[in-house]
């Protein structure tokens, strides 16, 4: 059963930096697809950063681009997502996901396709 578990979230001032830490198990190869999501209090959750092994592809969202960093390490089956210069408006519940490997890897709809999540971290940022 594949599993993902995030760490890595708290409270930060504005400005600050976080890194988020997505683990993997019960896989024997890392996932081709996998994202960071984040779904603020009222608002509909948003992809912010996705990025695909197969390709190299990658993708952020426009308020994170230069800001925030996506990586892998396949051999560690681990995500990562380097978050700096974060505001305010960053603060959400951040979800790691992974899509299946015939999944589209779409970013759409909140990542509703991915068929992999974690439970989440929390990140807040404040003064």
């Known amino acids: 059963q594949v599993q993902l578990e995030e760490s890595g979230g708290g409270s930060v001032q504005p400005g600050g930096s976080l890194t988020l830490t997505c683990a993997v198990s019960g896989v024997t190869s890392s996932p081709d697809c996998m994202g960071w999501f984040r779904q603020a209090p009222g608002k509909e959750r948003e992809a912010v950063a996705i990025t695909r092994l197969s390709n190299a592809g990658t993708f952020y969202v426009d308020s994170v681009k230069g800001r925030f960093t996506i990586s892998r390490d396949s051999a560690k089956r681990t995500m990562y997502l380097q978050m700096n210069n974060l505001k305010p408006e960053d603060s959400a519940m951040y979800y790691c996901?992974?899509?299946?490997?015939?999944?589209?890897?779409?970013?759409?709809?909140?990542?509703?396709?991915?068929?992999?999540w974690g439970q989440g971290t929390q990140v807040t940022v404040s003064s």
């Open positions: 996901a992974a899509d299946a490997p015939w999944g589209g890897c779409s970013r759409t709809r909140g990542g509703a396709d991915f068929k992999y």
